[in-house]
């Protein structure tokens, strides 16, 4: 079964901080993978897409790594701001059809001062 | 550019009643995409039109439910009769690209339903 697991649930970090979130997925055959924020009550926003022959890619103060082998990838948020809180999805597209989009639960991110 | 726009941004409705979302992609992008998100399922495809042309609608829940793409920029989705589990928020996404192709893609803001 095609599926993104992501963790942690939720995190509180303190501003100025960094912070890695994970992501694991069973996806196959894999086309790529992405991570979007979320802001409350907003469209989910691309941050990252990253394809098979990719292992890392950074958009600002994020970094996202891909381990194709292991199904893995990570976000790293570095020098964390306020405007950091928000809901942050791991999604792969793959599976049967490559339009489709298979998400994660998200990680929800709080920033505090 | 404007986006992805939608709207209402908020619909309140009784069970029963007829329900319509609106949907108008980004210029130029000829995919559109209904999505649901709930605490529960998290964001699920309802169906993808590609040029206008519905090409999955698999996720779509039941026959209540219904979309049309009549042009490249303007869509709908419809719930007929709503009922209280459809209780979401229905977000729209557009991007550029055909049937294999995935290319980037872009979020509206979102319609909440609350129906009671």
């Known amino acids: 079964k095609n599926q993104v697991e992501q963790s942690p649930q939720s995190l509180i970090i303190l501003e100025g901080k960094n912070c890695t979130l994970q992501?694991?997925?069973?996806?196959?055959?894999?086309?790529?993978l992405r991570w979007y924020k979320q802001d409350t009550g907003r469209g989910p926003v691309s941050l990252t897409i990253m394809t098979f022959s990719e292992n890392t890619k950074s958009n600002g103060r994020y970094t996202a790594t891909l381990d194709a082998d292991t199904k893995q990838s990570s976000l790293h948020i570095t020098a964390s701001q306020l405007s950091d809180s928000a809901s942050y999805i791991c999604v792969v597209s793959g599976g049967d059809s490559s339009y489709k989009l298979i998400f994660g639960s998200g990680t929800r991110l709080l920033v505090r001062p | 550019d404007a986006g992805v726009i939608q709207s209402p941004r908020h619909e309140v409705t009784e069970m029963g009643q007829e329900v319509t979302l609106r949907c108008k992609p980004i210029?130029?992008?000829?995919?559109l995409f209904w999505y649901r998100q709930t605490m529960m399922r998290g964001l699920e495809l309802l169906i993808y039109f590609n040029n206008n042309v519905p090409i999955d609608d698999s996720g779509m829940p039941e026959d209540r439910f219904s979309a049309k793409m009549p042009n490249a920029s303007f869509s709908t989705l419809k719930i007929q009769p709503s009922e209280p589990r459809d209780s979401a928020v229905y977000f729209c996404?557009?991007?550029?690209?055909?049937?294999?192709?995935?290319?980037?893609?872009?979020f509206g803001p979102g319609t909440r339903l609350t129906v009671t």
């Open positions: 992501c694991n997925y069973t996806v196959s055959p894999f086309s790529n």
């Open positions: 210029s130029g992008h000829n995919s």
């Open positions: 996404a557009s991007s550029l690209g055909g049937v294999g192709t995935p290319y980037e893609q872009y």
